[in-house]
């Protein structure tokens, strides 16, 4: 009887151990089109440029085994960042300043053997909009404010330290506060280290954007970032939205956006921009100041515009293609801007497929000896109890 | 017969068959005659609302998270310190409420105390939210829990004291629906009057949730006049039946401890490792259900409360089961199991809560019933009182200091953490149960007269057993029970010259056992309560 409820209780362990373990068994996407190991990465500022320009250029060089990914990072007019992957680890980039800084015709920077170029894809940091939510409702369509357009601030010199370049810009009106950007480059895989801790591979690169200190115009305002995304060939064309269940490492949120660029009707994802719909409200955050931000469906712009707008663009693509779409921080009954005058978001911008996050080995750890040891004690017991078979000696006679 | 006198029974009363001879000396309408039964439903009804604003406050933190986290710049952790500080005086608490009530006070004055110290915890608390000061807030909740814990041991000893028999489980069992019925309420309505009131304040802040504290207080103020009229009542009746007054009859002595036995060790492992996954659990499970499966803050409350809307109605029902087949270890291996299927869903898995949570709120309840008595089986009578103490006291203890490590998890990792955290606990639970099975089967082996085991039993087919009082036919010893269980017998062979005691009568009744020392026939048949 008891060994009949052991097994029954033994097969019952079994079966949640194994719904635990298939759920866990989460693979990374292979990733077939890029590789996914270390890259090397040697980063210059404004190379072969006889004097500053106006708008800083950053170009780093992440070499790979048979790849090079070039990053270039331009403040001149809206903040760019564009991506060329290239199929060979010995291309380079050449600029023409004096067709770069004119911003009149495209062909100031080019990337060289021009036929290795695999992929490219560029985001542009346009406009920030700004509401009054009187109602608190959290709808960015009404009482909208004179946007602020991002090619018009007056950017700093980009601050260079070890992998990462700051950008720190501010109105042409009022000095009060900034906008900054800090983009930072990966050689190997890893975590960031401030919430929300983006899984980076060495194919991405990570952007941080910050409003600090920027005076709101109404006392209940919100903020919009509106984001283009250019493309040669392919732009980024759709956002999904996946749910996860791991918010380890960003508390409370369970969903991952990734707007991602495919062939028609292919699956392989050729770049990517990833996020995760949460803002916040303090520069070293807790729990209480994620802020969860909404996305607009990412629209086709006029490439035409993007180009006139950003210098790198005009600089690299010939005809560019754009899609652009809005972000809007904060939800209805959330605290407003005016609380903390601090925003900052994070995303993730990369060729090949985004990364897939996974469980900590805590988790998996503390499952494996929850789930196990109860297990284990079952199986001593059931083992104890068959060796220690004996008749069970009654004083009594049971009646009939 | 002429041992009829000599039968003991917890109860403290005579049965019903000594109250017509003091009954009372003038007629009275049916609904003043503290023997009737309508009387007793009226003290009934007090008895079930004394508990009932307790239970309603206890959980007014969990049914407001987010406004007061918001009103008050909280973290998760600070907001975890307003249930461990309720729960910091119950573990020394837990220990004198019996000899309080009994020797201190007396049970009316120590009920209507208790009640003064819930109202007065919960009036303390909501004005250090209308004040925006957190301390004041903290020792509102520490003043509360003083009286919280001890209100539901007086309200046990009203129980034992007005009900006996058969009526006692049914009376235990409407107290604690009308508990359950208040934490239910209180989920599912304090959303709305914070924002009724937020609207009449102008803007939700610290203010509009004090004012929205001070009237659930009226609730605790409700049970305070309860106790009063209780207290009248049992007055009242006392001088007309000329009855004594209520007693818990529990014995606490710190000394026995170190007598505990291992299984008894191993119970308190499992009700620990357990309600430690339940409780806080509840507190945080408002945001968990809006963040994470995108309720609205209206559907996740409903969700969070079904787990006290299904243990209503499911406790009494699954108590009987238990009671019906015994064997509450297996019931116990199941509960913790199916609790621990729960956290794992909720952990791993989209799927609809509301699945998870009535999985939860049905073994919660089945665990409740298994569980404790299963102490009475296996520690003599003398020390059951001290063992309920110890078990409160630590349970207490660990719900202090988990919920102020949940809200610590919650703030630096997140809910899957957390989730998985509350997992490693019902499998501490699930350990310590599956020991215990083999503790108590590799014990039956040994032969044991002391009676302070669990035993497992075999049924007598030839003969049958009713639920209802009974005698031997030799010894003359009245056993009752007021379980609808089933009794199970021995045969003692003639050469026996004495009985042999088996177990301990309790106010649960699980099981009882013989005080005879000598008899004058061995041809009888004596009964008693096997069971697993």
């Not at chain 1, 801790?197 to 920027?214: E, I, M, Y």
């Not at chain 1, 600089?315 to 904060?330: D, I, M, Q, R």
């Amino acid at each position: 009887m008891a060994a009949v409820e052991t097994e029954r209780i033994g097969r019952v362990c079994a079966a949640i151990c194994l719904l635990s373990v298939c759920s866990l068994c989460r693979g990374h996407t292979q990733d077939r089109q890029v590789s996914t190991r270390d890259r090397q990465v040697l980063i210059e500022l404004n190379p072969g440029s006889p004097s500053p320009p106006p708008g800083d250029l950053l170009h780093a060089r992440a070499v790979g085994d048979n790849d090079t990914l070039h990053f270039l990072f331009c403040s001149q007019g809206a903040p760019t960042l564009l991506l060329v992957h290239t199929n060979t680890s010995f291309s380079t980039v050449k600029v023409n300043w004096t067709q770069f800084n004119n911003r009149t015709h495209s062909g100031g920077l080019t990337v060289e053997p021009e036929s290795s170029i695999l992929y490219s894809t560029a985001v542009v940091f346009n406009r920030l909009l700004e509401y009054d939510d009187v109602n608190d409702t959290a709808d960015p369509t009404s009482d909208l404010f004179p946007p602020y357009d991002l090619q018009d601030f007056r950017w700093s010199r980009l601050n260079l330290s070890g992998l990462t370049a700051l950008l720190c810009g501010n109105t042409a009106a009022s000095s009060n506060g900034s906008l900054c950007l800090q983009l930072s480059l990966f050689e190997t895989e890893g975590r960031g280290q401030h919430w929300p801790r983006l899984l980076h591979t060495a194919n991405s690169s990570q952007l941080r954007v910050w409003l600090d200190g920027v005076l709101p115009r109404a006392t209940r305002s919100r903020f919009l970032l509106e984001l283009q995304s250019v493309g040669g060939a392919s732009p980024l064309s759709r956002v999904e939205v996946h749910r996860s269940i791991d918010d380890e490492f960003t508390p409370s949120i369970f969903k991952v956006s990734q707007w991602t660029s495919a062939l028609n009707n292919s699956s392989d994802v050729l770049g990517f921009v990833q996020w995760k719909p949460v803002a916040y409200r303090q520069a070293d955050p807790a729990l209480e100041d994620a802020a969860p931000c909404r996305h607009s469906e990412p629209r086709p712009q006029s490439g035409e515009a993007v180009a006139a707008v950003s210098g790198l663009i005009r600089a690299f693509y010939k005809e560019p293609e754009a899609t652009g779409l809005n972000v809007s921080f904060g939800l209805a009954g959330d605290p407003f801007y005016n609380s903390t005058k601090f925003l900052s978001w994070t995303l993730l911008v990369g060729v090949g497929s985004p990364p897939v996050d996974s469980f900590s080995p805590l988790v998996i750890g503390m499952m494996a000896v929850g789930l196990g040891t109860p297990m284990i004690l079952l199986l001593l017991g059931g083992i104890c109890v068959c060796t220690r078979k004996r008749a069970v000696a009654t004083a009594y006679e049971p009646i009939n | 017969m002429a041992d009829y006198d000599e039968r003991q029974s917890l109860l403290g009363d005579e049965s019903d068959g000594r109250e017509a001879d003091r009954g009372p000396g003038r007629p009275m309408p049916a609904i003043c005659d503290p023997s009737h039964l309508l009387h007793r439903v009226v003290v009934l009804v007090f008895m079930c609302f004394l508990g009932f604003g307790s239970y309603f406050c206890y959980d007014n933190p969990a049914a407001l998270q987010t406004q007061v986290i918001r009103d008050l710049n909280l973290n998760t952790k600070e907001f975890m310190q307003l249930y461990a500080w309720y729960s910091w005086p119950n573990v020394v608490l837990c220990f004198f409420g019996g000899f309080m009530i009994d020797r201190v006070f007396g049970i009316r004055l120590g009920t209507i105390i208790f009640s003064l110290f819930v109202c007065v915890g919960q009036v303390i608390f909501a004005t250090g939210a209308w004040w925006n000061k957190f301390w004041l807030m903290e020792v509102g909740r520490f003043v509360f829990g003083i009286g919280g814990e001890s209100l539901a041991v007086a309200q046990n000893t009203y129980a034992v004291n007005w009900f006996k028999g058969k009526e006692l489980n049914l009376v235990f069992g409407l107290q604690l629906s009308m508990a359950r019925l208040g934490s239910t309420v209180n989920m599912n309505i304090m959303g709305s009057v914070y924002s009724q009131v937020a609207d009449l304040v102008g803007s939700p802040g610290h203010t509009a949730l004090g004012a929205s504290l001070m009237i659930a207080a009226v609730t605790c103020l409700f049970s305070l006049i309860c106790a009063l009229v209780l207290g009248f009542l049992d007055k009242r009746a006392e001088k007309i039946l000329h009855k004594e007054e209520g007693k818990t009859g529990e014995v606490v002595k710190l000394t026995d401890v170190k007598d505990f036995p291992l299984p008894l060790w191993l119970i308190f492992i499992i009700c620990v490792g357990y309600y430690v996954a339940i409780f806080p659990f509840i507190g945080l499970g408002q945001v968990f259900f809006i963040e994470k499966f995108n309720f609205s803050p209206a559907q996740a409350r409903a969700v969070n409360s079904i787990v006290y809307i299904i243990s209503a109605p499911a406790s009494p029902v699954l108590g009987f089961m238990v009671d019906k087949t015994g064997r509450n270890v297996i019931w116990v291996i199941i509960a913790v199991v199916t609790t621990l299927c729960a956290h794992m869903m909720l952990a791993f898995t989209f799927w609809n809560p509301w699945i998870a949570m009535s999985l939860l709120g049905l073994s919660y309840s089945l665990l409740a019933c298994a569980l404790w008595p299963m102490v009475a089986f296996v520690v003599p009578e003398h020390q059951l009182g001290t063992a309920y103490g110890f078990m409160q006291s630590i349970q207490n203890l660990g719900l202090a200091l988990i919920a102020m490590a949940a809200g610590a998890i919650l703030d630096s990792r997140g809910y899957l953490l957390l989730e998985v955290f509350f997992c490693a606990c019902v499998c501490i639970a699930l350990m310590a149960v599956v020991t215990l099975y083999f503790v108590d089967y590799l014990r039956d082996d040994d032969d044991d007269d002391e009676g302070t085991h669990i035993l497992l039993g075999f049924r007598a087919s030839s003969l049958h057993c009713s639920p209802q009082s009974y005698q031997t036919t030799a010894t003359g010893q009245d056993c009752t029970t007021d379980s609808a269980q089933c009794c199970h017998l021995w045969l003692f062979p003639p050469e026996l010259t004495h009985y042999v005691p088996i177990g301990t009568l309790t106010n649960d009744t699980s099981q009882f056992g013989l005080h005879s020392t000598s008899s004058t026939s061995h041809t009888d048949f004596i009964f008693s309560d096997i069971r697993h």
